[in-house]
Every structure is written in C-alpha cells, then in structure tokens.
C-alpha cells in the first residue's frame, strides 16, 4: 500500500516551453500531497502544499504564477512548470499522506527530472 | 525559522559494524520524527517513523528519540553495502509538513 507514482521521469524541454508533472497515489486516496524540489546534493526543498478542491499553499519565495499546482481529484496532483528556463532544471518529488500513517508521514513518488535547454 | 541540522558526512563504517546517524531539531514543539533512505537519483524511502521518546527497532534499525535534548538518531546494525546511501531526517513542522535536514551520506566498505 501507500503507492505513489510519476509521470514523466524525466524530461528534456527548450527554455520557454511549460513542462508538466503529474503525480498519482496509486492504492489510496490523498486529499494533501507535496511537492518538492532538489538540487544535486542538496535536501528536499518544499515548495507546496497541495489539497484536493482547494489553491495550493505555495511556500516563501515560490513563484505560484510560475509553479502551476492542480488537486482535481482523490488520486491526482499535477505541477506545471510555466515558461521553464536553465535554472529551474531539477529533480522535482511529489509525496502524499499515507492512508493511515502516523502525524507528518509522507509517501514519496519517485521523481521527475527535468533539463530545461 | 524551523531547522534541523545533520553531519553531512561521508560516514564511513565497514561492513557488519554498526553505523550511527545522528539529527538535531530546533522547535521543542516538534512531535513526528522520520528517517528517509536516499539512493543517488533516487527519491527518499521512508525507514522509520518516531513519535515517543525513547528507542524503536525495526529489523536492523534503531530509531532513538530524546525530546528534552531535541535530539534523534538511527543506528544501522549489521551494515551492508547496500545501506550505502543518504540519510535524511525530517522532523514535522506543522501543518503536516516536513522539514528535512541535509542528510547525512553512508558509505559502508567491505
């Protein structure tokens, strides 16, 4: 249980173009999910907080109007990189509460990395 | 500002031994405790999950928790090669979020 996936794993776009992410809880459903950004050898950097049917809550100094986050349903966030550029090439990580973890447990969906041209 | 602070290492232990990652947070208020394994280009695997003080054992791992020092820890028992990878504590910081230190990377040798 607790199965969250990720599509793509990787992509490569031109500077300019809007990428995006879709991330799934496969076997349960969750009404918050996260999304996160890693640079190499760095932590995990939240970036958002998504909730089913409601505006994301976007963390300091994220772009929300860059960073396009959609909950539509139980099982479905998606994060849309508008007019992607060099340095917002990454290794982008959704997550998801578990269906019956403890407080803060969170389920990671393997990755997305994305090279921006 | 919510922080917690990890050696970012390497650690390097040989294999059998016993490694011992260790973790500091800042907000006394904190309650969830989390350990995550990370492989390169991998995302982080949960290992452990701490909520009381004390000690929590899971198969060869070792979650110890101490509240009143503000600090946690994993120990590895046995290592093996294949523990070999970043270990990322993170620490609940409201609202269900993480805050995740900068992990600590483990090496285990032959």
Same mark, same amino acid.
């Given at each position: 249980?607790?199965?969250?996936?990720?599509?793509?794993?990787?992509?490569? $776009?031109?500077?300019?173009?809007?990428?995006?992410?879709?991330?799934?809880?496969?076997?349960?459903?969750?009404?918050?999910?996260?999304?996160?950004?890693?640079?190499?050898?760095?932590?995990?950097?939240?970036?958002?907080?998504?909730?089913?049917?409601?505006?994301?809550?976007?963390?300091?100094?994220?772009?929300?109007?860059?960073?396009?986050?959609?909950?539509?349903?139980?099982?479905?966030?998606?994060?849309?990189?508008?007019?992607?550029?060099?340095?917002?090439?990454?290794?982008?990580? $959704?997550?998801?509460?578990?269906?019956?973890?403890?407080?803060?447990?969170?389920?990671?969906?393997?990755?997305?990395?994305?090279?921006?041209? | 500002?919510?922080?917690?602070?990890?050696?970012?290492?390497?650690?390097?232990?040989?294999?059998?031994?016993?490694?011992?990652?260790?973790?500091?947070?800042?907000?006394?208020?904190?309650?969830?405790?989390?350990?995550?394994?990370?492989?390169?280009?991998?995302?982080?695997?949960?290992?452990?999950?701490?909520?009381?003080?004390?000690?929590?054992?899971?198969?060869?791992?070792?979650?110890?928790?101490?509240?009143?020092?503000?600090?946690?820890?994993?120990?590895?028992?046995?290592?093996?090669?294949?523990?070999?990878?970043?270990?990322?504590?993170?620490?609940?910081?409201?609202?269900?979020?993480?805050?995740?230190?900068?992990?600590?990377?483990?090496?285990?040798?032959?």
């Amino acid at each position: 249980g607790a199965v969250v996936s990720q599509h793509p794993s990787r992509v490569i $776009c031109k500077s300019g173009t809007s990428v995006k992410i879709e991330c799934r809880s496969l076997d349960f459903q969750a009404t918050t999910m996260f999304w996160y950004r890693q640079f190499p050898k760095q932590s995990l950097m939240l970036m958002a907080t998504s909730n089913e049917g409601s505006k994301a809550t976007y963390e300091q100094g994220v772009e929300k109007d860059k960073f396009l986050i959609n909950h539509a349903s139980l099982t479905l966030s998606t994060l849309t990189v508008t007019s992607a550029h060099p340095e917002d090439s990454s290794f982008y990580i $959704c997550s998801a509460r578990g269906p019956s973890g403890g407080p803060g447990e969170q389920f990671f969906g393997p990755g997305t990395r994305l090279t921006v041209l | 500002q919510k922080e917690v602070e990890q050696n970012s290492g390497p650690l390097s232990v040989p294999e059998g031994a016993i490694a011992s990652l260790n973790c500091t947070y800042s907000d006394r208020g904190s309650q969830s405790f989390f350990w995550y394994r990370q492989y390169s280009g991998k995302s982080p695997e949960l290992i452990m999950s701490i909520y009381s003080n004390g000690d929590k054992e899971d198969g060869r791992f070792t979650a110890q928790l101490n509240k009143a020092s503000q600090y946690v820890s994993l120990l590895i028992r046995d290592s093996q090669p294949s523990d070999s990878a970043t270990y990322l504590c993170a620490v609940e910081g409201g609202y269900n979020k993480l805050i995740f230190g900068a992990g600590t990377r483990l090496a285990v040798h032959p």
